[in-house]
């Protein structure tokens, strides 16, 4: 193999590294910027993500269909990046209900698949380069991801009491910025210019039958939206929940995010061993049970501190739908990884659907105990649609089987 004249692996961990940045620092303060700080409703606010739910589940079938089209991924990542930047930025400069309603609803379902698109190149790149470690780098980049979240929320809390929360956007904007830059340095190395072969379709098959899904994956893809869906009510809810009903800062949300990714590190790992003996489908319906008694507990208790040891439940769960998502996701279209890559965003733009929808209805009446218990509920009937549609492939490997 001729060497390379760019460290591609230390870039794709930059890169991941700045794609953690941009959801660490704004995602544990989005409800908080909307509803506490500009003054929105709920039921508005709920709205205004809604709205990007629904664009960005169109925005992201196109993009992943366009990214296994082009000729080059970089250019796409680059230009979702920009957008990022610009969409952050907006919310930084101009703080405002319509500057949120602009950069949440119309500008980020396109730069939000800048993180999804990543993980599509990675794939790619590394199943063209050494096809063997192409599942490893990509739960490897995913763990880099994960870091981000260890380091950045305590920080930004910080920033964000001693200073201006407006600040976390800014912190966003500049890491989408590095991004971009990371995707132009990688355009200058023609060995990162990677692409998969369209799949070759049978004699007589339709058209569609290139994009068809294997048995049982609607039902997974069914149920990691609604788990995911009930974790994104809980992310909404923690904050508010910890500042009004536990006493706490915003200090203390920046810890809660960066305890649970501490644990989600370690976890991942674990998770990487554990899909050599189970099934992604056991893992993922098992992290939604677990998910859904942390959500249980934490409606009862009455401490800040409480909360903090909870957070190993929450970190497990954390591990296995964020990381364990990924492979099992985007083998779903086979030869297809860019189209298979972007179900991760129709996850993700689903789940904040629900997230978004069960939010403006449940929090309204500031009832923030109520919402974490419906979440958990909302949690359990995930894992059980998983469990119920992919009933065959639960539990252990057999010697010699394949996923």
Not at 228 to 257: F, N, Q
């Amino acid at each position: 193999m001729a060497e390379r004249r760019l460290p591609v692996t230390a870039l794709l961990g930059t890169n991941m590294f700045l794609s953690g940045v941009t959801y660490a620092a704004t995602i544990p303060y989005a409800s908080l910027v909307g509803v506490d700080t500009l003054g929105m409703s709920p039921a508005l606010f709920a709205t205004i993500m809604s709205t990007g739910a629904v664009i960005g589940t169109f925005a992201s079938l196109g993009l992943g269909y366009l990214s296994d089209k082009l000729r080059d991924r970089r250019l796409l990542i680059l230009m979702l990046a920009l957008g990022g930047m610009m969409a952050h930025g907006l919310i930084y400069f101009w703080p405002s209900q319509v500057s949120f309603a602009i950069a949440m609803a119309l500008i980020m379902p396109f730069a939000g698949a800048a993180y999804s698109q990543s993980f599509g190149f990675v794939r790619v790149f590394y199943l063209k380069q050494d096809p063997k470690r192409a599942d490893f780098m990509v739960t490897a980049l995913r763990t880099v991801f994960t870091l981000a979240w260890i380091v950045v929320p305590p920080l930004a809390g910080w920033v964000a009491a001693e200073f201006s929360i407006f600040n976390v956007y800014l912190a966003s904007a500049l890491s989408y910025l590095g991004i971009a830059l990371v995707f132009a340095l990688l355009m200058t190395d023609l060995e990162t210019a990677v692409q998969m072969p369209a799949p070759v379709r049978a004699e007589g098959a339709s058209m569609l039958s290139a994009f068809a899904l294997r048995p049982g994956i609607l039902a997974g893809l069914l149920g990691l939206v609604i788990m995911t869906g009930a974790t994104r009510l809980m992310t909404l809810t923690i904050a508010l929940y910890i500042v009004t009903d536990l006493g706490g800062s915003l200090t203390d949300v920046g810890l809660y995010a960066g305890i649970t990714a501490a644990v989600e590190a370690p976890s991942m790992l674990a998770m990487a061993w554990l899909t050599t003996r189970l099934t992604k489908e056991t893992l993922l319906a098992g992290a939604g049970v677990v998910m859904a008694l942390f959500m249980a507990f934490a409606s009862q208790i009455t401490s800040v501190g409480a909360l903090f040891w909870l957070l190993i439940l929450n970190g497990m769960a954390t591990a296995a739908l964020m990381s364990v998502n990924i492979p099992y996701v985007q083998d779903a279209i086979k030869g297809r990884v860019g189209l298979s890559t972007s179900l991760m965003d129709l996850v993700a733009i689903g789940a904040n659907l629900l997230g978004a929808f069960s939010f403006g209805l449940l929090a309204s009446g500031g009832d923030y105990r109520f919402a974490l218990v419906v979440a958990a509920g909302i949690c359990i009937a995930g894992a059980a649609i998983m469990a119920a549609g992919n009933g065959g492939r639960l539990g252990r490997l057999r010697v010699g089987q394949a996923e």
